[in-house]
C-alpha cells in the first residue's frame, strides 16, 4: 500500500509539473513560438504632413473664421456704398432727342431731384431739310415727315438764306448731328442735310441732385441711346 501511494504522489506531481509549463490539457500542444523580427527590415513611415494653419487672434472666435463673405458684400460697388449720393448733369437736348430724354426720365419719377435748366449755344450743327421755296412747298414736306413717323421740326420763319427751312434737330457735336442723320435716312428721308449753326440756339441741360447709385448706373446706361450727350458727376452746389 506505501508503494501505491507514493507512486500516485509522484504522478500527481510530475501532472502539476506539467501544467505549470503551459500545457492545456491532456494530448495538446502547446502553442509555437512566435518567428524572431527582423529588425534590419522594418523602416519607420512619415507621418501625412497637414497645410500649415496661420494662428488666429485670441479675440477672434472660431466660426468668424471660417465664415466665407457674400460675392454681394464683396463686388458689388452698390453693396458697399449703399448711401453714396451724386450730383450730375446731362445734356445737351433738343428737338426729338429732348422730347425722349423728357419721357425717360419722368419714368424714373425722380421727384424734385430733377431740374432742366435753358442754355443759349454760340456754335454747334443742324439737321435740316434746305429752304424751301414757298410755304405750300413746306407744308407737303411736313406731311411727307409726319407719313415717315417724324413728328420733331421746327420751320425757320426769320428773314435770311435759312427762310422756309425745316430744322428737324439741334446738336452739339457734329457726330452727333451725323448720327441723326442716318436715323433719318433708314426712315427714307433723303434731303436732309448737316450743317453747322454759327448762331445763337438754344439747348436743354438736366441736372439731378442727390441720385442714389442704381439711378446713376440707370443713366449711365440709358445715356448711350442719345448720341452726342454727355452725362456727368458735378459739385452739388451746382445743381441747387
Known amino acids: ?115 432742366q435748366h435753358q442754355l443759349e449755344r454760340d456754335t454747334g450743327y443742324w439737321v435740316y431739310i434746305p429752304p424751301l421755296k414757298n410755304k405750300a412747298a413746306v407744308d407737303r414736306k411736313i406731311g411727307e415727315l409726319k407719313a415717315r413717323g417724324i413728328t420733331e421740326y421746327f420751320v425757320v420763319q426769320n428773314a435770311g438764306q435759312s427762310r422756309n427751312a425745316i430744322s428737324l434737330g439741334v446738336f452739339k457735336t457734329q457726330e452727333a448731328a451725323q448720327n441723326f442723320l442716318d436715323d433719318l435716312s433708314k426712315k427714307a428721308v433723303r434731303t436732309a442735310l448737316v450743317g453747322q449753326r454759327a448762331s445763337k440756339f438754344k439747348v436743354t441741360l438736366f441736372r439731378l441732385s442727390g441720385v442714389g447709385i442704381l439711378t446713376e448706373v440707370k443713366l449711365t446706361a440709358l445715356q448711350k441711346d442719345f448720341a452726342g450727350s454727355e452725362l456727368k458727376r458735378v459739385p452739388c452746389a451746382l445743381t441747387r
Open 1 to 115: 500500500m506505501r508503494k501505491v501511494f507514493w507512486i500516485l504522489l509522484l504522478a500527481n506531481a510530475a501532472l502539476f509539473a506539467v501544467m505549470q509549463r503551459g500545457w492545456i490539457g491532456w494530448g495538446e500542444q502547446a502553442p509555437p513560438a512566435q518567428p524572431a523580427l527582423h529588425e534590419d527590415l522594418i523602416r519607420l513611415l512619415d507621418a501625412p504632413q497637414s497645410a500649415p494653419v496661420a494662428a488666429l487672434p485670441a479675440s477672434v472666435p472660431v466660426a468668424a473664421s471660417l465664415a466665407v463673405p457674400s460675392i454681394a458684400a464683396v463686388s458689388s460697388p452698390v453693396a458697399a456704398k449703399p448711401n453714396a449720393l451724386a450730383c450730375l448733369e446731362w445734356g445737351d437736348f433738343t428737338g426729338a432727342d429732348l422730347t425722349r430724354a423728357m419721357a425717360a426720365l419722368s419714368a424714373m419719377q425722380l421727384g424734385d431731384k430733377l431740374s
